[in-house]
């Protein structure tokens, strides 16, 4: 009985990210007219699914076996502490990272409760927290910089016609990615703890995160496409790309790293090449305070919720 | 999706379709323009009337698909002003050979300058026509607007002298003085507008890079 816990709390968190991060995705896309909200959120469904069967492995094995040992009481509560941050944040229209609500949350419990934590797994997983949105900035910067070279030598309505492609080809590695890293965060404890095959786990996960999208996303993108930097399809562009690039490393590596950070660091990368000015220091603090806040939060409720069940 | 995308067809291939249409009906009102004020024919000029009417048309439609979201929002408003202002170059050679029906014979002089003037509007909207399709094949498309600038420099020119000539000539009544006068003004404005559509088109060659 206590295993559909965990099972709910991996639902509504798969909701949660496709109301989340249909606009990591397609935001720009829908924004830009490219493609009709309701066909970004097939291709999200598609995109998602593939990832989450290809790649999603990687990521799950990191978090469901290498980062804690489980039992059903830490599963619980670290998935459904989670679950109620992520949909909090939603709700408050905060760019909170499901990765790193989720990690703290294990790794709260499983502290608290005396399971064997893998620190060198922590620090890890730490340590792409930070290099992930840093190197989106700097590879923002760069693909900023060709760019710009390459399209002054194109007329207009041919950079038009390939913006227009590219912005459509981010989308879909960006929802790759969140099939393949973000769901597999959440799916990875499940999994290896039994209470479902990975196929099955992505097959329920996708439609989750399908249905999440359905319904409610087309939130948290204000704040990260508009309010950090005046953001144009062409900065857009190099910042999505480089966050897509970066975290198809990350999950190549099993390593479970945050889209919407990543994208953040590629909107501030293009944000200091156009003049430092034109970057929001004071929307930036915010998002750097959630990033810091989210995972100790996590992991003090984690803990505690989890030292009064054993009392 | 994406064949569209790759062929450049959909809204967007409509809408320059569309454009290309607006300024070669400029163009062909531009020319009955000048033919009519060279032969000093005041019935076929009122053809210009219709050919305003179908400008509309077009330009209503082009609104529509951009609302519809063709073209990236970045470019789309600079669209929509290119569109706004090639309807006002219609409707001022609207009004130019409306002004041409009301007015009396001309000075040849004046009216040759008149001539000089409707055959650099002609040229002005060719060479627009060329700027607007060197956006698909051409990145840099300052030479072309230098050139649209340099003839409506010209215009101003010939401009100052048909004033100069009309204030030594007299005219029958006020309303007569003022009718020679708007047929000038709207004759020489063709020019000013055909320059603000070839600036409009350089701002939008260089606003997504």
Not at chain 2, 169 to 182: L, P
């Amino acid at each position: 009985m206590l295993e559909v816990l965990p099972l709910i709390a991996c639902i509504l968190i798969a909701f949660s990210i496709g109301s989340n991060d249909t606009s990591n995705a397609f935001g720009i896309c829908i924004g830009a007219g490219i493609i009709t909200f309701r066909r970004a959120v097939y291709l999200l469904g598609v995109f998602v699914f593939i990832g989450g069967i290809l790649q999603g492995k990687n990521v799950m094995k990191t978090v469901g076996r290498e980062l804690v040992s489980i039992n059903v009481l830490i599963l619980s509560i670290a998935l459904l502490v989670s679950a109620f941050m992520i949909v909090f944040a939603n709700w408050k229209r905060l760019p909170v990272s499901s990765h790193q609500a989720i990690i703290g949350s294990l790794v709260g419990a499983g502290m608290a409760l005396g399971a064997s934590v893998r620190y060198d797994t922590l620090l890890k997983i730490i340590e792409s927290w930070i290099i992930s949105p840093l190197g989106s900035m700097l590879l923002a910067m760069v693909v900023y910089s060709i760019c710009e070279i390459l399209f002054r030598r194109m007329p207009l309505f041919k950079v038009e016609r390939i913006l227009r492609t590219l912005l459509l080809l981010n989308g879909m590695i960006i929802a790759y990615n969140t099939g393949a890293n973000e769901l597999a965060t959440a799916l990875g404890p499940i999994v290896y703890y039994g209470i479902l095959t990975p196929i099955e786990a992505v097959a329920v996960g996708t439609l989750m995160l399908w249905l999440g999208a359905m319904c409610l996303s087309s939130r948290v993108i204000e704040t990260v496409g508009k309010g950090i930097t005046s953001l144009d399809a062409f900065s857009g562009f190099s910042a999505q790309f480089s966050a897509g690039m970066n975290v198809l490393i990350f999950t190549t590596l099993g390593m479970p790293v945050s889209t919407t950070y990543c994208i953040i660091g590629g909107i501030m990368g293009v944000g200091i090449l156009k003049g430092v000015e034109t970057v929001r220091f004071d929307l930036l603090k915010r998002i750097m305070l959630s990033w810091i806040l989210t995972p100790l939060l996590s992991f003090a409720t984690c803990y505690l919720i989890s030292l009064l069940s054993i009392s | 999706m994406f064949w569209r995308l790759k062929l450049g067809r959909g809204k967007e291939g409509e809408i320059i379709s569309l454009f290309r249409e607006h300024i070669t009906i400029i163009r062909d009102a531009c020319e009955l323009f000048l033919e009519c004020i060279r032969e000093k024919d005041r019935v076929t000029i009122s053809e210009v009337c219709e050919m305003e009417k179908l400008g509309d048309t077009i330009r209503r439609e082009i609104v529509l698909k951009l609302y519809d979201g063709a073209f990236l929002p970045g470019i789309r408003g600079n669209l929509y002003r290119l569109a706004e202002t090639l309807d006002e170059v219609l409707d001022t050679v609207e009004d130019a050979a409306i002004m041409f029906m009301m007015i009396p014979e001309l000075d040849e002089g004046v009216m040759a300058k008149c001539v000089r003037i409707a055959e650099i509007n002609l040229k002005m909207a060719d060479e627009l026509l060329k700027t607007f399709e060197a956006l698909r094949n051409e990145s840099d498309l300052r030479d072309r607007t230098i050139k649209i600038r340099i003839m409506e420099e010209e215009v101003d020119a010939i401009k100052r002298e048909i004033f100069r000539r009309l204030m030594e000539t007299d005219v029958q009544s006020f309303w007569q003085g003022m009718a020679i006068y708007n047929f000038i003004r709207h004759l020489t404005n063709v020019s000013d507008l055909i320059e603000d559509a070839g600036d409009i088109i350089q701002i939008l060659n260089v606003s997504l890079r």
